[in-house]
T-cell receptor, first 115, second 112 residues
Framework: KAGVTQTPRYLIKTRGQQVTLSCSPI?????VSWYQQTPGQGLQFLFE???????NKGNFPGRFSGRQFSNSRSEMNVSTLELGDSALYLC??????????????FGPGTRLLVL | QKEVEQNSGPLSVPEGAIASLNCTYS??????FFWYRQYSGKSPELIMF????GDKEDGRFTAQLNKASQYVSLLIRDSQPSDSATYLC????????????FGRGTQLTVWP
């Protein structure tokens, strides 16, 4: 079974631009979570989508947004990029079942550099 | 108090030794616990999960959970240089949909 895929893998943008990152979950997985990883802050939760609905959101400004499509693929968008947005953006997919642990599997990540 | 704390490291052990990685968590209602391995420049890779008190073994890896002490650990037996990576402890609090709480990670180096 194919793993989580993310595109693009690397991205260079300048301040003020916007960017869209894509994530395709493992086949059959319906939940996609997004995280930002930086050396200073570690892994920080952005948001999670399940069946096209955002169920949970982390403490990030409104410049960070996302969506999920009917095939469970997800995109996240960052508008008005800032230097501090430079990070590794990770998505993780899972197949949450009521009452069971939600095991998340990560994609390879998109490394974003903002100049 | 941070949600998840790990021994800061870095941890350095010789090849063949046992590496012990520790993690504590603050939310007593936490239900599931995960260990991820992250090589430099790569994404986290799931090693093990545990949700019942006690030990869980998978090959050279053993996860230990003590909910009363809010403590989870990972033991790596017969450590190999290929085990050199950052190990991330993650906690599912059960009430926060789709969100895992991660520690900052412990960097492990296994020297030949």
């Amino acid at each position: 079974k194919a793993g989580v895929t993310q595109t693009p893998r690397y991205l260079i943008k300048t301040r003020g631009q916007q960017v869209t990152l894509s994530c395709s979950p493992i086949s059959g997985h319906r939940s996609v979570s997004w995280y930002q990883q930086t050396p200073g802050q570690g892994l920080q939760f952005l948001f999670e989508y399940f069946s096209e609905t955002q169920r949970n959101k982390g403490n990030f400004p409104g410049r960070f947004s996302g969506r999920q499509f009917s095939n469970s693929r997800s995109e996240m968008n960052v508008s008005t990029l800032e230097l501090g947005d430079s990070a590794l953006y990770l998505c993780a997919s899972s197949f949450p079942l009521a009452g069971e642990q939600e095991t998340q599997y990560f994609g390879p990540g998109t490394r974003l550099l903002v100049l | 108090q941070k949600e998840v704390e790990q021994n800061s490291g870095p941890l350095s052990v010789p090849e063949g030794a046992i590496a012990s990685l520790n993690c504590t968590y603050s939310d007593r209602g936490s239900q599931s616990f995960f260990w991820y391995r992250q090589y430099s420049g790569k994404s986290p890779e799931l090693i093990m999960f545990i949700y019942s008190n006690g030990d869980k073994e998978d090959g050279r890896f053993t996860a230990q959970l003590n909910k009363a002490s809010q403590y989870v650990s990972l033991l790596i037996r017969d450590s190999q240089p290929s085990d050199s990576a950052t190990y991330l402890c993650a906690v599912d609090r059960g009430s926060t949909l789709g969100r895992l709480y991660f520690g900052r990670g412990t960097q492990l180096t296994v020297w030949p």
